[in-house]
């Protein structure tokens, strides 16, 4: 990751947020998203092997080497085989008893088991493989140096993952209903969110198919 800048040049007070003193507190937990039923992949696909481990270990690598705790990984129906694939790591996994309710479920699930002493947190895809502890630090550092409440990483104008947010939007996204997004949030607060440039495309490339696998494999075999 290299520069980062406001997306609003003069951003108002979140409207129904509290300031939180805890902005720039340490540590950061993650709430790594893990629930996908993979339909277009054909099989489990955060369970494929990546390098010396497996796509969602390898995200948990990142978050860790980054001192990223705790982190939270919520899954759906494979929660227990993902569990055992992550045994050893510090990380808690979850079930999202209801996946088919979409994206905002799970991660109504994972940051309510998330520690309220926390000052911030990650949302981060189980599906992001390359992404990196460097990378990571750098948005941390760019959202305490920035002070506001929401850091997005964006690669060539493209916003990506892992979303980092104050403690102070904890309850906003408690309270997100099945047929909102982050996205939807991050543009009603969008002038308290700075963007964070990243030299890498890893914060905006997931994986959904077997080609997508194949070509993040081989970039991540080709930066190593």
């Known amino acids: 990751m290299s520069t980062s800048r406001d997306i609003s040049p003069s951003p108002p007070a979140a409207p129904d947020l509290a300031a939180d003193s805890g902005l720039v507190a340490d540590p950061c ?9 993979a339909r277009r ?3 489990p696909k955060l369970l ?5 481990s497996t796509v969602v270990g390898s995200v948990i690598a990142a978050l860790a080497a980054a001192d990223i705790a705790p982190i939270i990984v919520v899954a759906g129906a494979a929660a227990a085989t993902i569990a055992a ?7 808690q996994v979850v079930r999202n008893p209801d996946p088919t309710r979409g994206m905002v479920s799970s991660i109504r699930v994972g940051v309510a088991t998330l520690p309220t002493a926390l000052g911030r947190f990650l949302v981060a895809l189980g599906d992001q493989p390359r992404i990196c502890a460097e990378g990571l630090s750098r948005l941390l550092r760019e959202h305490r140096r920035s002070g506001k ?11 990506g993952h892992p979303v980092l947010f104050s403690s102070s939007y904890r309850q906003a996204i408690l309270a997100l209903t099945d047929h909102q997004t982050l996205r939807d949030l991050i543009h009603a ?3 308290d969110c700075v963007e964070v440039d990243c ?3 890893a914060y905006v490339c997931d994986i959904d198919t077997q080609e997508q696998y194949e070509h993040e494999s081989r970039r991540s075999h080709a930066d190593r």
């Open 48 to 52: 494929m092997p990546f390098g010396d």
């Open 149 to 159: 409440g929401i850091a997005v990483p964006a690669y060539r104008g493209k916003r």
């Open 41 to 43: 992949f054909g099989s």
């Open 85 to 91: 694939s992550l045994k050893g790591d510090l990380v």
């Open 199 to 201: 030299d890498s495309d």
């Open 189 to 191: 607060h969008r002038g």
């Open 29 to 37: 937990g993650a709430v790594v998203l893990a629930a996908g039923e």
